[in-house]
């Protein structure tokens, strides 16, 4: 599993349901989520985040507060990936030579979310599901990640070889901080993830 979530900005609070929402979707994922199938994860997901979703806005009427987060969360089993998405952030899927944006954004024609978790009326996530091929590598990210890049930055991304987490998080780092030196301050959320072939032998 892996997921972004990403407190709505303007919002009190937001980066506490964010957070509250990740380590939910954690708790589940790690209890229950692994052992069932892919139809049933859909099923239980929708579910959880439904009760999330009423969780945070009877949380934030109580304190007299309004606040919210976005959600993209993929599920990988095998050659199977599912993708559960409310909000603005993207999942990338990555090629040498070009990438694909797996999500679409949630915004109406004035620029604000339509949807999010714990803000507004509850709508089911958007959910896709994918053919899983060897060498695909993929980009979660938040709109304070990606909307410092030009798109066809990310194709380099692609073409990097990796092997293991710690390259991952040290590529995605030198990226950031290139990025943050020149136009500013944010926060920003994202995980780099992939098939690759150790140099050792073996798929991971």
Same mark, same amino acid.
């Given at each position: 599993?892996?997921?972004?979530? !990403?407190?709505?900005? *303007?919002? #009190?609070?937001?980066?506490? #349901?964010?957070?509250?929402?990740?380590? /939910?979707?954690?708790?589940?994922?790690?209890?229950?989520?692994?052992?069932?199938?892919?139809?049933?994860?859909?099923?239980?997901?929708?579910?959880?985040?439904?009760?999330?979703?009423?969780?945070i806005? @009877?949380?934030?009427?109580?304190?007299?507060?309004?606040?919210g987060? =976005?959600?993209?969360?993929?599920?990988?089993?095998?050659?199977k990936?599912?993708c559960?998405?409310?909000? !603005?952030?993207?999942?990338y899927?990555?090629?040498?030579? %070009?990438? %694909?944006?797996?999500? @679409?954004?949630d915004?109406?024609?004035?620029g604000?979310? =339509? %949807?999010a978790?714990?803000?507004?009326?509850?709508?089911?996530?958007?959910?896709?599901?994918?053919?899983?091929?060897?060498?695909?590598?993929?980009?979660?990210?938040?709109?304070?990640?990606?909307?410092?890049? /030009?798109?066809?930055?990310?194709?380099?991304?692609?073409?990097?070889?990796?092997?293991g987490?710690?390259?991952a998080?040290?590529?995605? %780092?030198?990226?950031?901080?290139?990025?943050? =030196?020149?136009?500013?301050?944010?926060? #920003?959320?994202?995980?780099?993830?992939?098939?690759? =072939?150790?140099?050792? *032998?073996?798929? /991971?």
């Amino acid at each position: 599993m892996a997921v972004v979530c !990403d407190g709505i900005g *303007g919002l #009190a609070k937001g980066e506490e #349901a964010s957070s509250y929402v990740v380590r /939910q979707l954690a708790n589940w994922f790690m209890t229950e989520g692994y052992k069932i199938s892919v139809r049933k994860q859909e099923r239980v997901l929708q579910q959880l985040c439904f009760q999330m979703h009423e969780e945070i806005k @009877s949380f934030g009427k109580e304190s007299g507060i309004r606040l919210g987060t =976005t959600i993209t969360c993929v599920l990988l089993d095998e050659r199977k990936m599912l993708c559960a998405h409310c909000g !603005d952030c993207r999942l990338y899927l990555l090629k040498k030579r %070009k990438y %694909k944006i797996l999500t @679409s954004k949630d915004h109406n024609e004035k620029g604000y979310l =339509t %949807k999010a978790l714990g803000v507004g009326e509850w709508h089911l996530l958007s959910i896709k599901k994918y053919k899983v091929r060897r060498k695909d590598k993929w980009l979660l990210c938040s709109d304070g990640f990606y909307s410092h890049f /030009q798109e066809r930055e990310f194709c380099l991304l692609g073409k990097q070889k990796i092997y293991g987490d710690g390259q991952a998080e040290r590529l995605l %780092k030198q990226l950031w901080e290139k990025k943050r =030196t020149i136009k500013g301050k944010d926060n #920003a959320s994202a995980l780099y993830f992939g098939f690759t =072939t150790k140099q050792s *032998g073996g798929e /991971q």
